[in-house]
């Protein structure tokens, strides 16, 4: 199996290089990077988090569902962490160092792939605070096929920051101003989990698990989900699926999180009780998800000019440019297409 490599190993030290932290300080949101962006909302619905005192800080994923006509419409919005951290400086050296956040530490000391003046204050989608994004647009028709996919560079507010075991008590009890949006969101997401299961035959009683492979070890996934947890899951599948395409047809660099079904080891059969395993696997060569493969795919290529534009089976277009702003800004224009 491959996993990231980082040069720390499993040594990554809590705190960043004084230099990376004065550059991280000195990085900020300017007047440009906000020009020509759209405005959208959404909710964040996230974990407690590794520290108990500072619940859910670096928050870089947001919710937002409407009906359209007997379908739906999904907004993921993304931190939009290139804006802000350019390739060669010393805070995007030591990210690459890092790979990613760990978060399997002792409490309250998770190892951060960015400084947390970045990861926890000026990129992290903030309740009430303007954040730069990237927000993928998904339209889906009311059996669920994907009819049409839109990326924006935006400026997200969230409404409303939400803790799972809140979201979940909103949901029992219907007594709040988002309780509808997240029964909408908590529907959409059991029809999407069904979907799935059906694609790889993964009922109750079958003899499959999933797990996360980590630099650690294999850790177990519960199947028994609270419902906002399988809101958040089951969204992000869909949207890392239609990204994944997105960079693989565009030729763009990526890391892929893979999900195939492989026997198991004897060791873990005997731990986990199970034959077979859906495992989560990274690696630079996009294998798929067994879950998504039988699904419509979004398919990207570049235009040599024009903008974006995404259609569907029904032929529907938009058009619009995407922009880098400031002194190294560019044009860059790209199509997606539903097959």
Not at 106 to 129: H, V
Not at 215 to 222: K, Q
Not at 304 to 322: A, E, K, Q, V, Y
Request: hydrophobic letters at 35%.
């Amino acid at each position: 199996m491959w996993r990231p490599p980082s040069p720390y190993g499993t040594n990554v030290p809590i705190r960043h290089p004084e230099d990376v932290l004065r550059q991280a300080h000195q990085t900020r949101v300017r007047p440009w990077h906000m020009e020509g962006r759209e405005e959208v909302q959404g909710i964040t619905i996230d974990t407690p988090g590794a520290d108990p005192a500072h619940p859910g800080q670096d928050l870089d994923d947001a919710l937002e569902l409407r009906r359209q006509g007997d379908g739906y419409r999904l907004d993921v919005s993304i931190a939009d962490t290139a804006a802000l951290v350019a390739r060669g400086t010393r805070i995007h050296t030591e990210a690459m160092r890092r790979v990613m956040t760990r978060y399997r530490t002792r409490p309250g000391n998770p190892r951060p792939m960015l400084p947390p003046i970045l990861a926890e204050d000026r990129l992290s989608l903030r309740p009430g605070k303007p954040r730069l994004a990237l927000t993928w647009g998904i339209s889906l028709s009311p059996d669920l096929a994907i009819e049409d996919v839109t990326l924006r560079e935006t400026i997200v507010t969230i409404r409303r920051k939400l803790l799972y075991a809140q979201a979940d008590d909103i949901l029992a009890s219907g007594q709040d101003t988002e309780a509808q949006h997240l029964r909408e969101l908590s529907l959409l997401a059991e029809r999407l989990s069904q979907r799935r299961r059906m694609q790889i035959l993964l009922a109750e009683e079958a003899d499959i698990i999933e797990c996360e492979h980590e630099p650690d070890g294999v850790f177990p996934l519960d199947r028994r989900f609270s419902a906002a947890e399988r809101s958040v899951r089951e969204c992000m599948v869909l949207t890392n699926t239609v990204a994944g395409s997105f960079v693989e047809r565009n030729a763009i660099p990526a890391l892929y999180r893979n999900c195939v079904i492989e026997p198991v080891t004897a060791q873990e059969a005997q731990a986990n009780g199970a034959t077979t395993v859906l495992k989560a696997n990274y690696g630079t060569v996009n294998r798929g998800h067994a879950a998504m493969d039988g699904l419509p795919r979004t398919f990207a290529s570049r235009r040599p000019s024009g903008g974006l534009r995404t259609s569907s089976s029904r032929n529907s277009s938009r058009h619009f440019s995407t922009k880098r702003r400031g002194p190294t800004a560019r044009k860059s224009s790209i199509s997606l297409r539903l097959t």
